[in-house]
């Protein structure tokens, strides 16, 4: 009997670090990052992939991270051709950049994560719950949503077993 339990303990544990899929808030380090501005549809990001790549390592800059898209709207709430976004690297804070690349800094010092596999055209699928987590534990969001995407070759992977990870910076509501 207590072997069974334990067999099912582990299953039970293996299948939530596997899926990986529930919402935590977690202190972060603000980090500076070099990033491609792009406006409209998310239909052009693998184009734009390619000129971030291109342009971010003829410049022999390094990354200190995962490569990332920051979302600074949402297709929800403006046109599609209004949509503004970013695609960067972390990088150190005494690197230089040039165009057509920028230098930012994100100043999150908390964040609600969340780990989403599958493919990368549903991700948005996963933003109903972080919001909802976000809510219901009395925080709201401090500032744009970042999608880091944690496999290094994606093109290698499934599409149902592709990993982003999603940080939505957060502060606590105040009691105002």
């Known amino acids: 009997m207590k072997k069974t339990m334990l067999a099912f303990a582990s299953i039970a544990i293996l299948a939530v670090l596997i899926q990986g899929q529930e919402v935590t808030i977690r202190d972060s ?13 998310y239909q052009q990001i693998p184009a734009k992939i390619n000129e971030f790549m291109q342009a971010f390592f003829k410049q022999n800059l390094m990354p200190a991270g995962n490569f990332f898209g920051m979302y600074l709207n949402s297709p929800g709430e ?43 055209e549903k991700v948005s ?8 987590y976000i809510e219901k534990n009395g925080f709201k969001m401090a500032g744009p ?10 093109e290698a992977v499934k599409p149902e077993d592709r990993k982003t990870e999603i940080n939505v910076p957060v502060e606590k509501k105040s009691d105002k």
């Not at 930012?104 to 908390?110: I, L, S």
């Not at 699928?125 to 909802?132: G, H, M, S, V």
């Open 145 to 154: 949503c970042i999608e880091k995407y944690l496999d290094m070759n994606p």
């Open 29 to 41: 380090a603000p980090f500076n990052y070099a990033y491609l501005e792009c406006r409209g549809s």
């Open 125 to 132: 699928d996963a933003y109903r719950k972080i919001f909802e």
């Open 78 to 120: 403006i046109k599609e051709e209004d949509l503004l976004w970013r695609l960067g690297f972390p990088i150190a804070g005494e690197e230089s950049v040039a165009a057509p690349l920028l230098k930012g800094e994100c100043q999150a010092t908390q964040i609600a994560v969340f780990l989403y596999v599958g493919p990368y």
